[in-house]
């Protein structure tokens, strides 16, 4: 199966988790898809300034690709800097946001895994 540019369900998420902005969320995947061992397979994009607010997962982890752009990522009581190519993983029961800081838009590809 191939699953074309275009083709992909979009969303427009405005604050999303109380964040700032706007996140546009191109879901490459369904969860049928992922034979169910995942709820969320996904490339966001979040313009300067735009951000996904803090929050937890529960009984699940996600797992951010940084593809482009800069963020700061918080991390269970810690805030860093992301740069492409860097990976940021979230377990079960940690908290995490994160934050487009750059001059150009972040785009990172996004998964979330059940227990």
């Known amino acids: 199966m191939i699953k074309r540019s275009g083709s ?24 049928g898809e992922m034979y169910d061992k995942g709820r ?5 994009t979040l ?3 735009s951000s996904i607010g803090p929050h937890v997962h529960e009984g699940e982890m996600e ?4 593809v482009s752009g800069i963020a700061e990522y918080y991390d269970n009581g810690e ?3 992301l740069l492409p190519g860097d ?5 079960s029961g940690e908290s995490h946001s994160i934050r487009s800081i ?6 990172l590809i996004a998964v979330i895994l059940m227990k």
């Open 87 to 91: 990976t940021a993983l979230n377990p």
């Open 8 to 31: 992909y369900k979009v969303e427009h998420k405005e604050r999303m988790r109380d964040g700032d902005g706007v996140v546009v969320i191109d879901h490459l995947l369904t969860p």
């Open 47 to 49: 313009d300067p300034g």
């Open 102 to 107: 750059g001059d150009k838009p972040l785009v």
């Open 40 to 44: 969320f397979f996904a490339k966001m």
């Open 63 to 66: 797992v951010f690709y940084i």
């Open 79 to 81: 805030t860093v800097t």
